[in-house]
């Protein structure tokens, strides 16, 4: 995750106390521990993290597939159902990352500030379908991110192979999917 006390006026959390061993920082010594146990304590914090979630777009448009006149609703609503799950997260304490690969490969990080809202749905609009398989370039992208990311939710149009690896890799590195 991303550290939760990145702003001005934010705290680790205090999870209790410890004997004090050389080398503590002396701001951390409990001075009424102390007194009552007759040897230096000092206080323990830990620090917290947003949860990031990666939500992967797929793209994919067999070749051999005609367009109706108002496009492919499936992916439409695939872009939709994704953009109204970034909105939903977003508005918790999570960090989103959106994969998406149609022509071009697309990350981008919303949630806690980072970004609004418009700036996912500017995202979304201009991703387009995909005629090649897109696990091709998100699988090396999302291989370097699934050791920090706590949640994969994935928005696939199909079930193959590719995908079945995509979420076999995340699983293995201790990503819930």
Known sequence: GVALTSRIGESPEYIGNRDYTPGDSLRRIDFRSWGRLAKP??????EEYYCRIALVLD????????????????????????AA????????????????????????????????????LDILAAIAPCRTDPFIQIAPALAQEWNSVSSAVCVFLDWDESRLQLVRSAQESGCRV
């Open 59 to 82: 793209t994919h448009i067999p070749p051999g597939r005609r367009a109706a006149r108002a496009g492919f609703p499936e992916f439409e609503a695939a872009v939709s159902l994704s």
């Open 85 to 120: 799950l970034a909105d939903a997260l977003g508005r918790g304490e999570f960090l989103i990352d959106i994969f998406a690969a149609g022509p071009e490969l697309h990350v981008f990080r919303a949630g806690r500030n980072i970004a609004h809202f418009e700036n996912v």
């Open 41 to 46: 304590v000092v206080r323990e914090y830990q």
